[in-house]
């Protein structure tokens, strides 16, 4: 079959019709720009983007303004359990105190839903307040005192740590019983002592313990009830203590 007419050409049509090549990689192809008139140069938008152009042509921006966005309202709801309604009413002025004046924060207690709603305002500066605040009413439906819940407003290295003796040891019926008053002692002695010599503060719940302080306090607080919770006689975790004690002095 023979070929189609448009496909032959004559070497002469082949040399008129090539593509020029591009120049050689070693060719550097220089364009100029023509210089722009500097002092011609007008300010985009207002004021606020007027640009200057310094000796070497450099720009710049004058400072910006400080401009206030949308205000952002954030709300948090502190669930309280029905034994501490009755705790919270009463100290409710104590409460609300600290939560308003210090953190600058709008608190209501909803009786009705049986809880206490945080919310921030214009008028409220730290960006941590509503954690602050959230952290201080957990810590009074946890059965710590108003005075003591305080001081996680006021100090930054504060915590707080909870676990059940059932995490330590498991026990049940009467042995729980006496683990629980073991860790207390007569007329709570035992416990003051824990605390004065921690430095921390605690609070039984049942078979939960709450313990409020610092990192390291709360290690000796902690190890001290463990070492109840499994049997030891309260004389030897006193004898513990007393050294515990003796080596925070000499550290400070």
Same mark, same amino acid.
């Given at each position: ?8 050409r ?8 090539a =593509? &020029?090549?591009? &120049?050689?990689?070693?060719? !550097? ?7 722009? $008139?500097?002092?011609?140069?007008q ?9 200057? =152009?310094?000796?070497?042509? +450099?720009? #710049? ?10 205000? +952002? ?5 502190? &669930?309280? &359990?029905?034994h #501490? ?9 104590? @409460?609300?105190t600290?939560?308003? $004046? ?5 608190? *209501?207690?909803?009786i ?6 945080? #919310? ?7 960006? /941590? ?6 952290? %201080? ?7 710590? $005192? ?10 930054? $290295?504060?915590? @707080?740590?909870? %676990?059940? @003796? ?8 009467e ?6 008053? #073991?860790?207390? /002692? ?10 004065n010599?921690?430095?921390? +503060?605690?609070v039984l ?5 709450? @313990?409020?302080?610092? %990192?390291?306090?709360?290690h =000796? ?20 203590? +007393?050294?515990?004690?003796? *080596?925070?002095? !000499? *550290?400070?």
């Amino acid at each position: 079959m023979p070929a189609p007419t448009a496909l032959l050409r004559r070497p002469e049509e082949l040399a008129e019709a090539a =593509i &020029p090549l591009p &120049p050689a990689q070693d060719d !550097e192809l220089l364009l100029d720009a023509p210089e722009a $008139d500097i002092s011609a140069a007008q300010p985009v938008g207002g004021e606020d983007t007027e640009m200057t =152009i310094d000796e070497e042509g +450099r720009p #710049r921006f004058p400072a910006s303004k400080n401009i206030n966005g949308p205000l +952002r309202v954030e709300t948090r709801k502190v &669930p309280i &359990p029905p034994h #501490r309604m009755s705790p919270l009413k009463a100290a409710w002025p104590s @409460i609300y105190t600290p939560l308003c $004046d210090h953190l600058k924060l709008q608190v *209501r207690m909803n009786i009705k839903n049986k809880a206490v709603e945080l #919310r921030t305002s214009k008028h409220t500066t730290a960006s /941590g307040a509503l954690q602050q605040g959230e952290d %201080f009413v957990k810590a009074f439906t946890l059965g710590f $005192d108003v005075a003591d819940a305080v001081a996680l407003l006021r100090l930054d $290295d504060l915590f @707080i740590e909870t %676990f059940e @003796i059932k995490d330590v040891k498991t026990l049940q019926g009467e042995h729980l019983g006496r683990a629980i008053g #073991r860790i207390a /002692g007569k007329d709570g002695k035992t416990k003051f002592a824990i605390e004065n010599a921690s430095k921390t +503060r605690v609070v039984l719940a049942d078979s939960k313990i709450h @313990i409020l302080g610092g %990192f390291k306090n709360i290690h =000796i607080a902690r190890e001290a009830i463990v070492s109840l919770i499994l049997g030891s006689p309260p004389g030897k975790v006193y004898g513990n203590l +007393r050294t515990v004690a003796s *080596r925070m002095k !000499e *550290r400070f």
